[in-house]
């Protein structure tokens, strides 16, 4: 991998829990990210599943399968404000269960025709044991799916933004980290507005509001593990955890969806 991450297996459940408290929205924009992120699903594969939602946030990828169709769900998170959140995202769905649940701890077995997790296994220090749960829940033939950072195209990112990250975002209080995420949106506003950016990420967030572009900053400044896969280092994960015909799916010029099958 491309960064050492530090011994925090948990990740950073509390500090993602101040980020959903605060930007709890639920945006149009944000069903086309949803299904970038799980290319190449199409809505009508989701109709009659069940599936696992493991690190749902405020629920909003659960919140587009259920609308697409699905028979039920299970969204689990392990920080209260988050849950609460989520809670409030899925309460149109009666099919829809909340846990409070760490994805090193999901007790299923052959249960869930897909299981997915969307930008939590990269914040991880043991992805393996993670992919190892995942994939226990899913049920004999079923999907796992993980979106995954990329090494590909974020030189700049993981050269010059993750170090001062570790050493500084990471380690500073939330709400300074906050304040200080104004500034540096401010210049990625003016940058986007400005025309910077030829990637297929820049210009789908060209057309953000400053609010939601400074959802995505401060949820870069606040981990305290970011590892970005390279593809070969994203099918080489679900590979080791059993999964069969794994494909890697470039999103946005600048992430992995990873897809693979449970063996029959």
């Not at 960064?3 to 925090?8: C, E, S, Y």
């Not at 990625?188 to 820049?202: H, I």
Request: proline share 6%; aromatic share 12%.
């Amino acid at each position: 991998m491309n960064q050492t991450a530090p011994a925090v297996s948990t990740g950073s459940p509390e500090r993602f829990g101040y980020s959903w408290d605060n930007y709890a929205e639920l945006l149009p924009v944000h069903e086309a990210q949803f299904q970038r992120w799980t290319t190449p699903l199409q809505p009508d594969d989701w109709r009659g599943k069940r599936f696992l939602d493991a690190g749902c946030g405020m629920g909003r990828n659960s919140y587009w399968p259920l609308k697409y169709g699905a028979a039920s769900s299970v969204s689990i998170d392990v920080d209260d404000r988050t849950l609460a959140r989520a809670c409030e995202t899925l309460s149109p769905f009666p099919q829809a269960e909340i846990r409070h649940l760490s994805i090193y701890d999901i007790p299923d077995t052959n249960a869930f025709d897909i299981v997915f997790s969307i930008g939590v296994v990269h914040h991880l220090a043991d992805p393996d044991a993670a992919l190892a749960r995942l994939m226990q829940a899913a049920c004999p033939g079923g999907i796992v799916l993980v979106w995954l950072y990329g090494a590909e195209n974020n030189g700049w990112i993981i050269h010059l933004f993750n170090p001062l990250r570790q050493a500084l975002f990471s380690r500073l209080p939330l709400k300074i980290v906050h304040a200080l995420s104004i500034p540096l949106t401010a210049i990625l506003w003016l940058g986007l507005r400005a025309g910077f950016g030829r990637l297929a990420y820049m210009k789908l967030i060209r057309g953000f509001s400053f609010r939601h572009l400074r959802a995505i900053v401060f949820d870069h400044m606040i981990p305290r593990i970011a590892v970005y896969y390279t593809k070969a280092e994203a099918i080489a994960l679900l590979t080791r955890a059993g999964l069969e015909n794994v494909q890697a799916h470039w999103t946005n010029e600048m992430s992995w969806s990873v897809m693979g099958r449970k063996p029959l």
